[in-house]
Nanobody, 125 residues
Framework: QVQLVESGGGLVQPGGSLTLSCAAS????????IAWFRQAPGKEREGVSC????????YYLNSVKGRFTISRDNAKNTFYLEMKSLKPEDTAIYYC??????????????????WGQGTQVTVSS
């Protein structure tokens, strides 16, 4: 049974940092494209970052480039989203997602089959 369990969300001040984790079970992570999405109140879910399953090439939403870093630890079957210099507009529920066959670089939520439950990130003073 494929399962993704997220952790690491919380409340942080503007300019602060958080690292989200997504622990995978029921499958071998290194065969899958990994991704992070977010959804702010009243807005559509948007793709934040993804990483290829073949060469770990990474892709980012323009507004997070240089501040967020996606990574994976295949030995732990876990992947991460390190977030720095957080801004109030980064406030959202963050979701991890994986798919075996999505084209690397594709941040269309409809293309991902497996999702975590979501974790709240709030950036506020």
């Amino acid at each position: 049974q494929v399962q993704l369990v997220e952790s690491g969300g919380g409340l942080v001040q503007p300019g602060g940092s958080l690292t989200l984790s997504c622990a995978a079970s029921g499958f071998t992570l290194n065969y899958y494209v990994i991704a992070w999405f977010r959804q702010a109140p009243g807005k559509e879910r948007e793709g934040v970052s993804c990483s290829s399953n073949s060469d770990s090439t990474t892709y980012y939403l323009n507004s997070v480039k240089g501040r967020f870093t996606i990574s994976r630890d295949n030995a732990k079957n876990t992947f991460y989203l390190e977030m720095k210099s957080l801004k109030p507009e980064d406030t959202a529920i963050y979701y991890c997602a994986v798919d075996r066959w999505v084209v690397p670089g594709n941040l269309d939520a409809d293309e991902y089959d497996y999702w975590g439950q979501g974790t709240q990130v709030t950036v506020s003073s």
